[in-house]
């Protein structure tokens, strides 16, 4: 008489307790449901600071700052940023007559700073639409980047600022991209001029308020230059990690 070949049933307990979470992993049970979860919560994060700030009332987009956050915790987590309260936003979708610079403090859940800020030359003339990371190009460079130290230049004190996406502004260093005050932004300027002046890349802030900001920003917290550029949200490290 033949054998029934059935299988012993602790050897089918094994084999569905393998089984089981592969089929899970391959369904993307988990590892999907996680990421789902984080998701949720940095939306809800993005929502609720935004509504605390009233970023709304200031002309900040909720996608401009959603991106921003992103990138924050992005280098917070690389622990490139030393000064973890700070972020500050130029939002060049924005026309040059706005005050499109916010610098926002974390812990206050307070703008401190809404102000005018220049972008390079041939990146445009009331709106920019163009940019680069190439020397001499005389554009703005999108992206991420974290504050340095000080020093006195030709335009007065000023910023260093280091460009921590590759492509898209690791040449600031080189392309002497640095923050500084200059009289042809602010509302002085444009009271006889439809935009704001250009400078040769730097975000340049008006020259009253420069000491002030440069005060607040420097030495290690985030500088996001942000624009719509699809070439930059698809290609960006940072936004899509």
């Known amino acids: 008489m033949r054998r029934s070949r059935l299988l012993h049933p602790g050897f089918l307990c094994v084999l569905v307790a393998f089984v089981l979470p592969v089929s899970a992993l391959k369904a993307g ?8 979860a984080k998701a949720a919560a940095f939306a809800a994060e993005v929502t609720t600071l935004y509504q605390e700030f009233d970023l709304q009332e200031v002309g900040l987009t909720k996608k401009a700052f959603e991106y921003a956050l992103k990138g924050y915790h992005y280098l917070l987590d690389h622990h490139w940023l030393n000064k973890t309260n700070i972020i500050s936003i130029c939002d060049l979708s924005q026309s040059s007559r706005n ?5 926002l403090d974390l812990d206050q859940k307070k703008v401190l700073v809404n102000t005018y800020v220049a ?3 041939n990146s445009g003339t009331e709106f920019a ?11 703005s460079s999108l992206g991420f980047y974290v504050t340095q130290g000080t020093y006195m230049g030709n335009n007065g004190l000023s910023l260093k600022i280091r460009g921590m996406e590759r492509g898209f502004n690791d040449r600031a260093g080189s392309r002497n991209v640095v923050v500084h005050g200059s009289q ?10 439809r935009f704001c002046g250009r400078s040769y890349g730097c975000p340049a802030v008006p020259a009253d308020e420069s000491e002030t900001i440069i005060d607040l920003i420097k030495e290690g917290s985030l500088l996001f230059i942000y624009h719509p550029s699809k070439k930059y949200l698809t290609r960006s490290k940072i936004l899509n990690s």
Do not use: A, C, I
């Open 29 to 36: 049970g988990p590892v999907k449901s996680n990421r789902s």
């Open 99 to 103: 005050k499109r610079l916010y610098v």
């Open 129 to 139: 639409n163009s940019f680069s990371n190439s020397p001499s190009s005389h554009k």
């Open 184 to 193: 042809y932004v602010g509302p002085d300027f444009l009271e006889m001029n």
């Open 119 to 121: 972008h390079g030359r």
